[in-house]
């Protein structure tokens, strides 16, 4: 069951790292590269999207449990947002498509990994010792 356990949270948190840099990757690329505004600034619009998402760098990176409950609290904005472009007739509304399943891939990714790491953090708690108890 460790062993089942530990592969399920590899996964979940290459799914998680993937999903995570893919959704800036492409915040980046759609707002200053591939469909800049007109009117406004590409600048100030990527670091009012982007901006908000690299404050999870550091729980991401440091494998914080509720750093990854957060996120996925948090990326509910970047879903409506996303989904709302994709089913208008705007522009811009395959690269919605593109960050709504970067998002969702996220949301899932990130709750699993939330829940698989704490529950091997708690077998890992709960068996003996069995190092010491032999020695």
Known sequence: MYETLAKKVAISR??????????????????????????????????????????????????????????????????????????????SAVLALAETLLVTTLFIAAMMFARWQSQLNKLRNSTPQNSTAKS
């Open 14 to 91: 290459a799914a998680t790292l993937f999903s995570y840099f893919g959704l800036i990757l492409l915040l980046t690329a759609w707002h200053l590269i591939l469909s800049p505004p007109d009117k406004a600034s590409p600048y100030s619009i990527w670091a009012f999207q982007t901006v908000p998402l690299l404050l999870f760098y550091p729980a991401i990176l440091k494998k914080h449990l509720r750093g990854h409950i957060w996120l996925c609290f948090f990326i509910t904005v970047y879903f409506m947002h996303s989904v709302t472009i994709a089913m208008s007739a705007h522009s």
